[in-house]
């Protein structure tokens, strides 16, 4: 009798500590959800409340079928997520690597690399905005008086300077995740494979190639599952740099959700973009997340 | 001899490139800091003006609204509503993040990997992308303008993290001890609360300054959910400084200053904790 009632108890504990967790998360995302998925089944306009209720099926999805606009936005979010994560995880390796040789002054230059982090994306936003403004930017500035150039280049005028801006903005802000979690992965590392490949005459790219790297892997896709979760919080860097000009040359999906929904006032449409959104950073954080188990499993429970 | 030298300059080379890697790193943020100390007109000067010839508190008593007679732009007001909802929303997070850490950190239960990525891939829907249909909700509700509004979605914003910080945090505690604690006579929930909760204490408190941060520089949903002084945080209010044709710069840079300094020393506080916990406790740093 009491035995029942332990292992009853036992099975229970967990989800009512776990309850508001989830409730949480229901009531603040979940619903919100189910209702943003209606409205992209109608045309609701803002400045027409009635709209909310007619049912259109997902003619708003068609229409973005055959949107031009959104898939220019579309391709240069995924371009823009595969540069700028791919960059972020080799300088962050990098920065990794140099670190964990360094032994003087290590924990300093830790706590330096740590500040970027902490910046706010609009902050990021901003001071690249200052940094790289044609007139007063210090970037030009700096470049004219040394006679390197004697004109102001256009950086955020010009589409692809403006990109390659915000990009740099943007991996300024988070490669040092990378480096920091790859930086631990490498503390954590076991010397003895290391001295026992040196044993057997392995040169220092093969020791990397074989033993290093599989180890910091994990590591690595941590870091890759920490930053999908939000890689959404680059709309925070566009909107103030450039606001996805020049005419619409970095417009990025997560801006372009804002500009329909909010400018246009256009939420039935903008519902469905930002579920196309929504839809994309699941993907990533769910490949990330699987890799991750999959590394921690082959590493044989390092969790 | 030669080859110690060569070792030694080898080490030395190391340690400059590094230097002045993080050098880099650094400008574009101090940057902004000298040039919150600096009036508008050195700043918009042209040729630049390099070595700073007077430096000044000017650009932060006139957005407190020292000395001055209007004040254009309410800080005072933001910062006090971005305290306000960042600590109450942090502190939220951090009792529903801690029992459910406590959950998937020492019970075994169905559907555990499966719970915890759920929780996981709500948190990674866009910010701006949520904000649709909360705005439509909030105004529904008449909490549109409110801290409270804005209390709440940080909350859920903030506990699928805290959760895989404190989760994290607990499992680096032999669950020997708490059942050492359990046999001397303990309920297991004195045993929490004498044993696993004190050893766990600096790591909660990590993961509480990051939910802190989380808030502190959320932009995406504030910036929507936000009319007024009422509830306006510090990055939305970053943005009054901006109108159609002229940018405050200098005004702007002091208003960044005052938005990243609590930041820091934050961060400063838990560093080592922080990358503990993220990690799984896979470092000993």
Not at chain 2, 144 to 153: H, K
Not at chain 2, 176 to 204: H, M, N, Y
Not at chain 2, 246 to 254: K, P, R, V
Request: one cysteine or more.
């Amino acid at each position: 009798m009491t035995r029942f009632f332990r292992t009853r108890q036992a099975a229970l504990t967990p989800l009512l500590l776990l309850s508001p967790a989830i409730l949480t998360m229901l009531f603040v995302v979940a619903i919100p959800l189910v209702f943003s998925f209606y409205t992209s089944l109608t045309p609701y306009r803002l400045t027409r409340p009635e709209t909310i209720e007619t049912f259109i099926g997902f003619r708003n999805y068609v229409r973005l079928w055959e949107d031009a606009a959104f898939w220019a936005a579309f391709w240069r979010t995924i371009l823009f997520l595969v540069i700028a994560l791919n960059v972020e995880f080799l300088l962050g390796l990098g920065i990794a690597l140099l670190i964990n040789k360094i032994t003087w002054g290590q924990r300093t230059l830790r706590t330096i690399m740590m500040f970027p982090m902490m910046f706010s994306p609009i902050l990021v936003g901003f001071q690249f905005k200052f940094i790289f403004n044609d007139n007063i930017g210090i970037v030009n500035n700096a470049l004219q008086s040394m006679g390197i150039i004697d004109f102001a280049i256009p950086w955020l005028v010009d589409a692809r300077l403006a990109m390659f801006s915000i990009i740099f903005a943007e991996v300024w802000m988070s490669t040092s995740v990378f480096a920091i979690l790859l930086l631990a992965g490498l503390f954590a590392m076991p010397r003895d494979p290391l001295e026992a490949a040196k044993v057997d005459g392995c040169n220092a790219w093969q020791t990397f190639r074989h033993i290093t790297l599989p180890f910091i892997m994990p590591f690595a896709f941590i870091a890759m599952t920490i930053r999908s979760l939000d890689v959404a919080r680059a709309y925070d860097i566009v909107q103030v740099m450039t606001d996805g000009g020049p005419a619409g040359r970095t417009e990025l999906l997560w801006t372009l959700i804002a500009r329909v929904g909010y400018e246009n006032a256009r939420m039935g449409q903008a519902n469905a973009m930002a579920y196309v959104s929504t839809i994309l950073s699941i993907a990533f954080t769910y490949f990330f997340f699987t890799k991750l188990v999959a590394a921690r499993r082959y590493m044989g429970g390092a969790e | 001899m030669t080859r110690a030298l060569k070792k030694r300059l080898k080490a030395t080379a190391l340690w400059l490139t590094t230097f002045v890697l993080m050098i880099v790193m650094c400008v574009p943020g101090l940057w902004v800091v000298l040039s919150a100390f600096r009036p508008n007109r050195e700043i918009l000067a042209k040729p630049p003006v390099w070595v700073p010839q007077d430096l000044t508190l000017r650009n932060f008593t006139k957005i407190f609204g020292i000395g001055e007679e209007t004040v254009a732009i309410p800080v005072l007001s933001y910062f006090w509503n971005s305290l306000v909802i960042a600590t109450t929303s942090t502190v939220i997070a951090l009792i529903i993040g801690m029992a459910g850490g406590y959950a998937f950190a020492r019970f075994r239960f169905r559907f555990k990997n499966a719970w915890f990525l759920g929780l996981m891939l709500f948190r990674t829907v866009p910010g701006i992308a949520l904000s649709l249909p909360v705005f439509m909700l909030w105004s529904r509700l008449g909490i549109i303008d409110t801290q409270m509004g804005l209390i709440i979605v940080y909350v859920s914003l903030n506990v699928p993290f805290t959760v895989w910080l404190i989760d994290g945090f607990f499992r680096q505690i032999p669950m020997s001890l708490s059942e050492a604690a359990q046999v001397d006579g303990c309920t297991r929930w004195q045993a929490f609360w004498k044993i696993e909760f004190p050893l766990a204490k600096s790591g909660i408190a990590a993961a509480g300054v990051f939910a802190f941060l989380t808030s502190w520089n959320e932009f995406a949903l504030a910036s929507q959910l936000t009319r007024s002084t009422d509830s306006k945080t510090l990055p939305v209010g970053l943005m009054d400084f901006t109108s159609q044709f002229t940018i405050d710069w200098a005004g702007m840079c002091a208003m960044a200053v005052i938005i990243i300094v609590p930041a820091l020393i934050l961060t400063f506080l838990v560093q080592k904790h922080l990358i503990a916990g993220l990690t799984f406790g896979g470092v000993k740093g």
